[in-house]
Every structure is written in C-alpha cells, then in structure tokens.
C-alpha cells in the first residue's frame, strides 16, 4: 500500500488484490457521489448501487486505505459505552435505536460477506474480552448483564475456562460475545469495493476531492482531474479526512495502534493459544489485542505508534508482553509490523452530520469501525433511497465541534503509551 509494509503489514501481505480502478477523468454526472473508500463508503455504494441508483466512489489513495485496511480485524458488536449508559448519552429513543442496530452489526457484516462471497478469512466463534484483576472482572460481569437483559448471546467464562480458550492463566474470566468474530479488515473492504462495482458503482482511486460545491440540484465535487455533480453527497472519510473535509478529523483525537504478526504457529501451538479462534482484548487501560489469522499467525496489538523511538519500543513491549502470556512462542519472530490511528469522539460514540442540503455523513467509530461502518452505509442508502428520514437515524444529526486540547491530547497518547510499554518493557 503506497510502498509502504509498516502502514498496513500482515493485511496487505495477505488480502486478496483490489478490483482495478483508475483516477477520476472528465466530469461526470450520478445520483450520489461518496467520498471515502472504507467500510461505510462502500458499504453505502453497494447497497445503493443494488437499487439501481448511479453511484461515483471517490478515494484519495487507495481502497481500504485508512483505518479500514489497518485494524485489528474485530467484528464488535456495540460500542465502548456500557448499553445502560447509551439512553443517558443519546436519549431514550436514539439510545435504543443505536443498541439495537449495532447490537445486530456483526450479523450484516456477515451476511454481506455470504451474500457477496468474500474471501476476508471470516471466524463466527465469537470475540472474548479478558479481565485483568479485580476491576476488570467487575467490568465484564456488568457488560455482560446489561447485553443479557438485552437477550444478547454473551456469557461469563470462569478463570479456568478462558484459560482454556485464550491459552493462558493471566486473565480472572472473560465476557463471550458470540455475535461477534473476526476477518481480515483489508480484505473485507476490498471485497466490498468488487461487489460494489459488479452491482454498477462506479469507483476512482487516487482522486483526492480538492473542493465541493452545492448547486440548485445537488453537489459537484472537484478533483484535479475532474468533477462528479450528483444530487446527493455522502462524506465517508472519518479519522482519515482532509482537504475540504479535514473538520471530520479535527473533531476526532487520534489514537496510535500498533500491530505485530508473528510467523505461522505450528499446529501443536495452535491448539492450545485461542484454539476456538475467537478474537480477544483485555480490560487494561492501555490495552492489548490478539487473534489467529487463517496460516495461524498470532496477531498482537495494543496502543502505540511505530516510528521513531516508538518502533523498538513497542516491539521489545510486545515481545516480553507474548513471552509472559505464552512463554511457548517467546522466540517465534515477528513477520509484520503495522500501525494506524483510531479516531476517538469526546464520549465514545459515532457521529452524524448534515453537511448541507442532501450532504450526509457518520464518523467517529473509536476503534469498532467494521461493524458500524457497514452498518452505517447501509443506514445511508436507506436514508437517500427514501426509506429513513434523519428523524428516523439511529443518531441525532449535530454539527461538527473541535475538541479542546486536540493536539495536545494526541501527544500525549502517543508518548504515554511509550513511556508506559518502556516501564512495561522492563519488568
């Protein structure tokens, strides 16, 4: 991606390749046009282009480019809010709106998946996440009585059997979440990006929008190249967003993440470390994640950036971090490494915003942006096909606001981090 193996590591080594796309040329006409080629911005330009509607995709580099094509790979359900506190966050009526869809997000994400026949290393064994002491053992139990009394499929493990399941004896217990999985995040938006286009959108790559005008009909938004003018414009950038749209991403504070994949595991390790392939995360406040990919690579996460004195850093961190939860691979080497940015709103939760007459878009996924993201370009479609008016959304629509201290709060993650994983490192 770009010439560059430390922005998107094991995916780019392993997805299958993108559809073929071009620039955009000329000026165009089309019913909508979408900026952005994550999982919302093609997930919206499939479902519209399904229902026969002209759709021009517009992407400043390349599909998946941003958080789409770096993540972890998690198919969450929800958000970081616990579902009791989302009414109070949101309001009753969009509160349960939002539970209620995201709470089912996994389930679209994989039915896409089915419908399209996506090769993305797909795991339905659900997603585990591991309490660390006391605190975090709290935390699970409440997550997990909230979602029950929702009837959500989740459950609490016993200390000894998520030591069977994740393969280790660090962990009090661990909330099982089986709407939820894994898949392999590039290759899961590229798949879209081919479904999209067998389905007749219209997608250009390397075209950076520079400008975007509302006119009596609509929108005409500008390349260098060329122009798209369309009734109807969706804004799909989020925490990668810049250029005319770079208020989508000033109101995001950029959270670091770094990936590491070790070699394939042999067949022995792998049936003791996540033998059921779930996913998992712990509950530290600097966390960790891990899961299996389909060769059986570990891969191995947390927050942090790769540059600079932050490279070995992390990396002598997450090498003592795996020999301490599993002294059996503590010489496996590391075969990729690859960080991004997570885009975090002031209270956790997504956004959406009107960017004018028939100029719509949602941001902000705070680091679960498969789920959300697919399910969000499907609300989109709806919203544009006429089915779902904004009153309707499982959001209020509210106006963009920079965060204080924006860039001093991105800092000091970024070196927080490293300070913590250096402590860490040395233990």
Not at 9 to 16: F, R, S, V
Not at 37 to 65: C, D, M, N, P, Q
Not at 125 to 151: F, M, P, S
Not at 319 to 336: C, G, M, N, Q
Request: proline share 5%.
């Amino acid at each position: 991606m770009l010439n560059d193996p430390r922005s998107h590591g094991l995916w780019e080594k392993t997805a299958p390749p993108a559809p073929e796309t071009r620039p955009l040329q000329g000026d165009v006409t089309a019913d909508v046009v979408i900026v952005g080629g994550g999982y919302t911005g093609l997930s919206a330009a499939l479902h519209l282009a399904e229902e026969g509607t002209r759709v021009v995709l517009l992407e400043a580099k390349e599909i998946g480019f941003g958080g789409a094509g770096r993540n972890v790979g998690l198919i969450n359900a929800g958000m970081w809010v616990m579902p009791d506190d989302l009414p109070g966050e949101l309001g009753a009526v969009h509160g349960e709106r939002l539970l209620d869809l995201l709470g089912n997000g996994p389930r679209v994400v994989m039915n896409l998946i089915d419908k399209h026949g996506i090769a993305c290393e797909l795991e339905r064994n659900g997603t585990l996440h591991c309490a660390v002491g006391d605190a975090g053992l709290k935390e699970i139990e409440a997550r997990a009585a909230q979602w029950q009394k929702r009837g959500a499929p989740v459950s609490l493990l016993s200390q000894e059997e998520t030591a069977r399941r994740v393969g280790t004896t660090a962990y009090r217990g661990a909330l099982l979440d089986m709407r939820a999985g894994t898949l392999q995040p590039l290759a899961y938006a590229r798949g879209l990006a081919h479904a999209a286009i067998r389905a007749g959108a219209v997608l250009h790559t390397s075209s950076p929008v520079v400008a975007q005008v509302e006119t009596a009909s609509g929108w005409t938004v500008k390349t260098d190249k060329g122009t798209v003018t369309a009734s109807w414009l969706i804004v799909a950038t989020d925490a990668y967003s810049e250029g005319p749209f770079a208020a989508v991403r000033n109101e995001q504070v950029h959270l670091p993440y770094f990936n590491f994949a070790t070699v394939p595991l042999g067949d022995n390790i792998r049936r003791t470390i996540l033998p059921g392939r779930e996913g998992a995360w712990d509950t530290k406040e600097i966390l960790s994640s891990f899961r299996m990919d389909q060769a059986g690579r570990l891969v191995f996460g947390s927050v942090g950036a790769l540059r600079g004195a932050g490279t070995s850093i992390h990396r002598d961190w997450a090498r003592r971090s795996l020999k301490k939860l599993f002294p059996e691979i503590a010489d496996i080497p590391f075969e990729t490494e690859w960080y991004g940015k997570i885009g975090m709103t002031d209270n956790a939760l997504p956004r959406l915003h009107q960017f004018g007459r028939q100029a719509i878009g949602f941001s902000g996924y705070n680091g679960r942006g498969i789920s959300p993201g697919t399910v969000f370009g499907k609300v989109l479609a709806e919203h544009i096909l006429g089915r779902m008016p904004v009153e309707a959304m499982p959001l209020p629509s509210t106006d963009i606001a920079t965060p204080s201290f924006r860039t001093a709060k991105e800092a000091w993650y970024e070196t927080g981090a490293a300070v913590a994983h250096l402590a860490g490192a040395r233990l």
